[in-house]
């Protein structure tokens, strides 16, 4: 039978979600449990109840609408992403995985074909790291890889934990009652744009997803002594700001260094207390993000900045403290599942390169408990985490479509 999406409803809807955000459009901010995030996620969720998919949510917030196959206890098949943004984004990243998904499956149901296995769309809590510094909580623990003490021991910038966080955003429960059990899904596909240049600059519509590159992240605090700008002399400094300086080349150095165009090293996050014009900084604490698709290569990076940082503590009389937020390793994609999504591509007469994602996705961590892929449509310039982020209504109503091909074959 034949699949078709719909384009037009689909572009709608994503011009509709990218109204739920806090900065001024066309730029989307929706931090996770926001007022803005809690009203989004209602949004969705009102769009896949009117397609008749069954919803439910667990103590994260983590969002599974299903609809069910002919034989609903097999392993179902999982797609999807998710909808937080990160501060100034545009309204691609993780939107076009999530509508993409539910149009997926409307499509199917349009199609009048009743998959055996159940088809359900996952939208996942928190993918960005915005709030609480990681990224991809409510995957991580879907696949068991946080437990119980993440809920007091992740906090925001104030101090407030994911418990308080997910208490007021209404959701409660055991944590660990998150996680999936083994084999709950057959197979886990994400529909995702590129995030780079790649597809756009072949001129190809389609990426498939082997291997995810490895993130790692850092919290790093620097305390100096503060004091009056005038008064206080530069001999008898100890500025905390000028000591992250350095830390923050060394993480360039470091990068550029390993001479391959996979390592990247950024600083995105600084804040300088008290922060005031005339006051000497006294204290600043730093976000670090390093990948590779080398996990041994990205460590021995991270060891060099770590050597960084004692060396500029020494010769600054500054005491340096870091916190390791996440190193994970990267993933590899399922052979079976790549196929399905390549063969998804050629029914469609679209052509499609098999490439690596330098960006991590909730996709990392499904592919620990789930045969994973994923699908890449290309994005303007490469361009992504900003407001200008963009994908043609075109790229995202095909990617919808193979990915529900590819989803079709797998639920068999
Ligand atoms: C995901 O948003 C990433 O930073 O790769
Ligand atoms: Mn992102
Ligand atoms: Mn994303």
Redesign the pocket.
Same mark, same amino acid.
């Given at each position: 039978m034949k699949i078709a999406t719909d384009q037009d409803r689909l572009t709608r809807e994503l011009e509709t979600l990218a109204e739920f955000t806090d900065a001024p459009a066309p730029a989307v901010t929706r931090v996770v449990y926001s007022e803005t995030d809690l009203r989004a996620r209602q949004y969705v969720k009102s769009l896949c109840v009117e397609a008749g998919l069954a919803v439910r949510e667990d103590a994260v917030g983590n969002t599974f609408a299903r609809w069910d196959g002919i034989e609903p206890d097999l392993p179902a098949i999982g797609t999807g992403? =998710?909808i937080d943004a990160i501060p100034h984004a545009g309204r691609y990243?993780?939107t076009v995985?999530v509508l993409g998904g539910l149009e997926a499956i409307r499509a199917l149901q349009r199609s009048g074909a009743r998959p055996r296995r159940s088809i359900e769309l996952l939208i996942f809590t928190s993918?960005?790291p915005t709030r609480f510094g990681i990224g991809c909580f409510g995957s991580r623990l879907l696949a068991g890889t946080l437990d119980e003490s993440a809920g007091a021991r992740l906090r925001d910038r104030d101090g407030r934990t994911l418990n308080e966080w997910r208490g007021t955003a209404g959701f409660d429960g055991n944590l660990a009652g998150a996680r999936l059990p083994a084999g709950y899904y057959a197979a886990f596909v994400e529909l =995702?744009?590129e995030?780079g240049p790649l597809l756009e600059r072949a001129g190809i519509p389609l990426g498939v997803v082997t291997a995810i590159a490895a993130p790692a992240s850092w919290r790093i605090w620097l305390e100096g002594e503060g004091g009056h700008a005038g008064a206080l002399l530069m001999p008898q400094r100890r500025d905390a700001f000028c000591a992250a300086a350095e830390v923050v080349l060394a993480v360039e150095q470091a990068a550029r260094g390993t001479g391959a165009a996979d390592t990247v090293g950024t600083v995105g996050v600084c804040d300088v207390f008290p922060g005031a014009v005339n006051s000497v900084p006294s204290r600043v604490r730093l976000e670090l993000d390093v990948r590779d698709t080398d996990a041994g290569r990205r460590d021995a990076v991270l060891a060099t900045i770590d050597r960084a940082c004692e060396a500029v503590a020494v010769r600054r009389g500054v005491a340096v403290r870091k916190e390791i937020v996440n190193a994970d390793p990267p993933a590899q994609c399922d052979a079976r599942t790549v196929e399905a999504l390549s063969r998804a591509a050629a029914t469609h007469g679209l052509a499609f390169q098999k490439m690596v994602s330098r960006?991590y =996705?909730?996709s990392l961590f499904m592919s620990r408990i789930a045969p994973t892929a994923m699908l890449f449509i290309p994005c303007r310039d490469g361009v992504?985490h900003r407001l200008d982020e963009y994908s043609s209504p075109e790229a995202i109503a095909q990617g919808a479509l193979v990915l529900a091909e590819a989803v079709r074959e797998l639920a068999g």
């Open positions: 992403s =998710h990243d993780g995985g993918e960005e =995702h744009i995030q960006a =996705h909730d992504s």
